[in-house]
């Protein structure tokens, strides 16, 4: 099985000016691309290349480093995309999802605040996360291409704190870029989608 890029799910330009046509140029076309056909060229004759992304993510974790970061970025991307929409982000978030916001993380502004943290506080390149565990709850960040699912959790919503995620937007001021992406980005129906997967 071979992986390809998927389309974004909206215009280059649809998320200004919270992320610029540029920005989604380089990061979909150029960076995703290249962990797309990494990934495709690692698994070529190995046992790898008959399995979904996810199993490739959670057998490669710890054993193939090379291609464990080409196939977790390819998840994480994967998902990055959707998580984002055009008029996101704001505090109306579905009533399942909000119901354990409530009783797992101290209400919708604690969470806020602890994943702008997450995010903020992620040193180098990597995520940050909301996912669930164990039928909890969940905010962690994680080093470049890891993910939730190494942990055996399931990722509800992440956001990408590479440079190439905001360098351009915002230069190195990432709090801002996290803001600007919880606020007026996130796509709450992906975030309720992906809880309705776990």
């Known amino acids: 099985m071979s992986f390809t890029l998927p389309d974004l799910p909206y215009a280059y330009d649809a998320l200004q000016?919270?992320?610029?046509?540029?920005?989604?140029?380089y990061h979909h076309d150029k960076h995703h691309q290249k962990y797309v056909d990494t990934l495709n060229e690692l698994i070529k004759?190995?046992?790898?290349e008959n399995m979904e992304l996810e199993q490739i993510v959670k057998e490669s974790f710890g054993k193939d480093q090379k291609l464990f970061n080409q196939a977790g970025q390819h998840f994480?991307?994967?998902?990055?995309?959707p998580w984002m929409k055009k008029d996101g982000g704001g505090t109306k978030v579905p009533g399942k999802l909000q119901g354990m916001i409530d009783s797992?993380?101290?209400?919708?502004?604690?969470?806020?605040?602890?994943?702008?943290?997450?995010?903020?506080?992620?040193?180098g390149s990597g995520w940050?996360?909301?996912?669930?565990?164990?039928?909890?709850?969940?905010?962690?960040?994680?080093?470049?291409?890891?993910?939730?699912l190494v942990h055996g959790a399931w990722p509800l919503l992440g956001v990408d704190v590479w440079?190439?995620?905001?360098?351009?937007?915002?230069?190195?001021?990432?709090?801002?870029?996290?803001?600007?992406?919880?606020?007026?980005?996130?796509n709450w129906e992906h975030v309720e989608e992906m809880l309705e997967k776990a």
């Open 45 to 48: 004759g190995t046992p790898y």
């Open 128 to 148: 940050a996360w909301l996912a669930v565990k164990d039928g909890k709850l969940e905010i962690s960040g994680t080093p470049n291409g890891e993910n939730p």
């Open 104 to 123: 797992d993380l101290g209400g919708f502004d604690k969470f806020r605040e602890d994943f702008l943290a997450a995010g903020a506080g992620q040193f």
């Open 76 to 81: 994480n991307h994967t998902h990055f995309w």
């Open 163 to 186: 440079e190439h995620s905001y360098y351009i937007d915002y230069r190195n001021a990432r709090p801002k870029y996290l803001e600007a992406f919880f606020d007026n980005l996130v």
């Open 17 to 25: 000016p919270y992320m610029s046509a540029e920005t989604l140029e």
